[in-house]
């Protein structure tokens, strides 16, 4: 039987119960101890009975059928994507660049899972600070972690899925390495607890967007991106969302 839970939080999973339980445990004899209210006591433990349900869930693994379809890329995270914008100095892809960027809140699955069928080239991580996912300076200085692709169909573009920790996010965790590679929407790591996924890909007239800022996505679901035969209509203007 398939356990909906993600094998990146079973440290957590199997630690954090414990001690949220002991937690209660003890809250109820130091309750009766000093002959607190029943409705006090009861309210405490409702409130430790929600945080250990909030942990069991953070690190959910719900099922999920990745649609088929060479010219398309779906999204690398759950949340809601929080901007959208051509580059032209990315470090890793040469031109211009579209970063498509989501912002994960701490109630959004936090698995992340690559975009298309790819193999890996290589990872960068960066050691950083932990500013609020929501603020656009934490792409540039938090702790985060580039994985590099190319996709195994054509168009064989250069991709890129970045891991940024957030506020309350203090660790990134991926499974990839250079040489793997993927089945679309395969998972390759996650990010706890609350932080951003981007992701980049050379931009052209080819390269149709398919969500807006604003858009709640979910990983390996919700189309990002499409890529047009080389005769179609021009790209969605990224720039002006």
Excluded at 94 to 114: D, W, Y
Excluded at 140 to 149: D, F, I, Q
Excluded at 225 to 234: C, I, T, W
Aim: charged residues 25%.
């Amino acid at each position: 039987m398939r356990i909906p839970l993600s094998k990146y939080g079973l440290p957590q999973v199997a630690v954090f119960p414990s001690i949220v339980l002991g937690i209660m445990v003890v809250a109820l004899l130091v309750g009766l101890k000093f002959k607190a209210s029943a409705v006090t006591i009861v309210i405490i433990e409702l409130l430790l009975l929600v945080v250990l349900g909030w942990v069991l869930a953070f690190f959910r693994d719900p099922l999920r059928t990745i649609p088929d379809g060479k010219d398309i890329l779906l999204s690398p995270a759950d949340g809601v994507v929080s901007d959208i914008e051509v580059i032209e100095d990315c470090p890793w892809i040469e031109g211009k660049v579209l970063r498509i960027g989501i912002f994960l809140n701490i109630f959004n699955v936090h698995l992340n899972r690559v975009p298309c069928a790819v193999r890996i080239d290589g990872l960068e991580y960066k050691e950083g600070k932990f500013k609020n996912a929501l603020d656009p300076e934490s792409a540039r200085v938090n702790e985060a972690n580039a994985v590099l692709m190319t996709r195994l169909d054509e168009p064989a573009d250069k991709l890129v899925v970045r891991q940024i920790s957030g506020a309350i996010a203090r660790r990134i965790v991926c499974s990839a390495k250079a040489g793997d590679e993927f089945k679309s929407g395969d998972q390759f790591g996650m990010i706890k607890f609350g932080s951003r996924t981007e992701l980049y890909l050379p931009h052209s007239d080819s390269v149709k967007v398919e969500v807006s800022i604003g858009d709640k996505v979910r990983a390996g679901l919700d189309v990002f991106v499409r890529f047009l035969a080389d005769n179609g209509p021009r790209a969605a203007d990224s720039e002006k969302r």
